[in-house]
Nanobody
Framework: QVHLVESGGGLVQPGGSLRLSCVAS????????MAWYRQAPGKEREFIAN???????NYVDSMKGRFTISRDNAENTVFLQMNSLKPEDTAVYYC???????????????WGQGTQVTVSS
């Protein structure tokens, strides 16, 4: 069993900051890519950023400069630092990990349940 649990969401005023965390736990052998996505009401889930095990990052262009992804390999945790938040950043934020369990040879993608971020005055 593998579990991904996000935390750090909440209500924040425009211009504010939040730091999201996602911890992967369970029968994990190795984690490859860790990523963040978001889904706003009535919209499709969209990619934000990912980070490879070695630290290489990729961002969607529209969020470069405001959002920063990082990870702690020892703690199986991925973070998303979000600054200068706007009302349009309101969404449920999900983490996704591509990982190998202790019982499988292949890498499989797992999703967390999401954490709500609301940007409003």
């Amino acid at each position: 069993q593998v579990h991904l649990v996000e935390s750090g969401g909440g209500l924040v005023q425009p211009g504010g900051s939040l730091r999201l965390s996602c911890v992967a736990s369970g029968s994990i052998s190795s984690i490859n890519t860790m990523a963040w996505y978001r889904q706003a009401p009535g919209k499709e889930r969209e990619f934000i950023a990912n980070v490879a095990r070695g630290g290489t990052t990729n961002y969607v262009d529209s969020m470069k400069g405001r959002f920063t992804i990082s990870r702690d390999n020892a703690e199986n945790t991925v973070f998303l630092q979000m600054n200068s938040l706007k009302p349009e950043d309101t969404a449920v934020y999900y983490c996704k990990c591509r990982l190998q369990t202790t019982t499988t040879m292949t890498f499989i993608e797992y999703w967390g349940q999401g954490t709500q971020v609301t940007v409003s005055s």
